[in-house]
């Protein structure tokens, strides 16, 4: 018999001892190491589970960000910056701590990044509570009513499809800020002052801020229950097209629409003290063509008195150099930017578009809007429309517009016609005035444009005006006219706690 075999016979039970024991020691390891696995799984289950829906969150927080910048930009059409800038109620405080406080790059923020991250998306009133409404998108407060806010202090919700089929569920929220860009050269030199709710230059920031929900985390005491994303985009109301006189006329030479370019001693083109009557554009001042020198040729003595501006008689006056001159004006003499904004721009954010010719005889005008130069622009009532007239356009009987009349082809005007704003005729450039008693309270834009085949070059302007045919200049009505151009966006940039706090 073997030694072992003796040796198990001899102590049996001592030896299934130690089998077992053998056996419990790798069963604990065993399930130490699963459980150790387990808890990896679980760990990396959760921590994935964090990244995901962080990721979603941010995501969530992003787009409502982007949305939010969308809805300002059309928001801002047709309104007062300075009324934007003070908010619903139209006052500030102007102590000078505030004053100073609204100088600040946190105070361009809607909420601040405490509140944001740990806000209530599904119910952010008590947040909001108590913040100034400064910089809230609205539309300016008129005497003790009229006011309204398009985007709320308590944001705008971004909603998506229950999983459930039943109704919707707030995914995220946007919340959306004015401020001035305080501080930077142009702004003080139209602000001296640097007021923070008085705009200088015509360039305002807009900060959106994106908040959407994640799963909870606390560091400390701070509380971190959304993804924020902010954007800041700095928007700009140019003055490109900021008349200096009633009638402005720009092309390689000004030429009679018809026979005669003034007809009678009836008609009237009033500028202002400061203002000529009329002023030209030479977008080709190489050549010895002058369109001002063009005019004045054609305008009889009786008629001198007829175009009065500067305080003077026969007031023609050339405008390119002071064009030239100006970062706004001079895009006037850019054929690319003044084709495009006329023939392609305008029509996106028209309330009337006709991409052919129109005949408006005998009543049968749309609406052209409503404007009471009187009231400001935010009273009740107040209605200006955008008009955009692909081809030539005939304009009878005794209609009526205020806002901004775009025509690419002729505008002939034969009626007792009254419009309130800006004209631009640009194009074609034929403008004809006919009628009894045409009145333009605002101004004119005249330019002349030749398309071959792509290529853009300037061509004669043509020009008639008889009747009792008036043309006034009015910067406050041109001004209301240019704020329903959706102002430019001439900068972007995100925005986080550490860059911008």
């Not at 609204?102 to 909001?128: E, K, M, Q």
């Not at 929900?213 to 509380?223: F, N, Q, V, Y």
């Not at 631009?424 to 008693?437: F, I, Q």
Request: charged fraction near 20%; include cysteine; hydrophobic fraction near 45%.
């Amino acid at each position: 018999m073997a030694d072992e075999d003796k040796l198990f016979e001899l102590c049996p039970q001592e030896c299934a001892g130690n089998e077992r024991g053998f056996a419990l020691l790798v069963a604990v390891i065993a399930l130490a190491f699963f459980s150790l696995l387990g808890l990896y799984a679980a760990v990396n289950g959760a921590v994935e589970l964090r990244i995901s829906d962080n990721n979603e969150s941010e995501i969530q927080a992003r787009f409502a960000a982007y949305a939010g910048l969308d809805h300002a930009r059309a928001a801002l059409r047709g309104l007062d910056l300075d009324d934007l800038l003070k908010g619903p109620d139209g006052t500030y405080d102007a102590g000078s701590g505030y004053l100073a406080q609204a100088r600040t790059a946190a105070f361009r923020n809607p909420l601040s990044w405490t509140v944001a991250r740990s806000l209530d998306i599904l119910d952010p009133a008590s947040a909001v509570a108590g913040l100034q409404d400064d910089g809230v998108v609205s539309t300016g407060r008129y005497q003790s009513a009229g006011v309204a806010v398009l985007i709320p202090q308590s944001g705008m919700e971004f909603t998506a499809p229950s999983s459930t089929g039943l109704g919707n569920l707030i995914t995220a929220r946007y919340f959306v800020k004015v401020t001035d860009n305080n501080q930077e050269a142009s702004e003080l030199a139209g602000d001296p002052l640097d007021n923070p709710f008085m705009d200088g230059d015509g360039l305002i920031l807009v900060r959106s801020m994106g908040v959407a929900p994640t799963i909870r985390e606390t560091s400390g005491a701070a509380l971190h229950d959304n993804s924020i994303v902010v954007f800041e985009a700095r928007f700009k109301r140019r003055s490109t097209l900021s008349l200096d006189a009633p009638l402005v006329i720009q092309g390689k030479g000004v030429i009679p629409s018809k026979s005669a370019m003034f007809s009678g001693d009836s008609f009237l083109v009033r500028g202002s003290a400061g203002n000529p009557a009329i002023g030209t554009i030479d977008p080709d001042r190489s050549d010895a063509i002058d369109p001002a020198a063009d005019i004045s040729a054609l305008v009889a003595p009786a008629q001198k008195d007829n175009i009065q501006g500067n305080g003077v008689d026969s007031s023609i006056q050339d405008l390119t150099a002071a064009v030239a001159s100006d970062s706004d004006k001079s895009l006037l003499l850019a054929q690319d930017y003044l084709w495009n904004f006329t023939q392609n721009e305008v029509r996106r954010f028209s309330d009337n578009c006709y991409p052919a010719d129109q005949d408006w005889t005998n009543g049968a005008a749309p609406d052209l809007g409503y404007y009471d130069a009187v009231l400001p622009a935010n009273a009740p009532g107040q209605r200006p429309r955008v008009t955009f007239v692909g081809g030539n356009l005939t304009v009878g009987g005794d209609d009526s517009g205020a806002g901004l009349l775009v025509v690419t082809g002729k505008l002939f005007i034969s009626g007792a016609f009254s419009f309130k704003g800006l004209i631009l005729v640009v194009g074609r450039g034929d403008l004809e005035l006919a009628g009894p008693v045409c009145n333009i309270a605002g101004g004119i834009f005249l330019a002349a444009m030749i398309n071959s085949g792509g290529a853009l070059s300037w061509g004669p302007a043509r020009l008639s005006v008889d009747g009792a045919s008036a043309i006034a200049f009015e910067p406050r009505l041109i001004r209301m006219a240019i704020a329903l151009i959706p102002p430019a966006q001439v900068g972007f940039r995100e925005v986080t706690s550490s860059l911008d706090p």
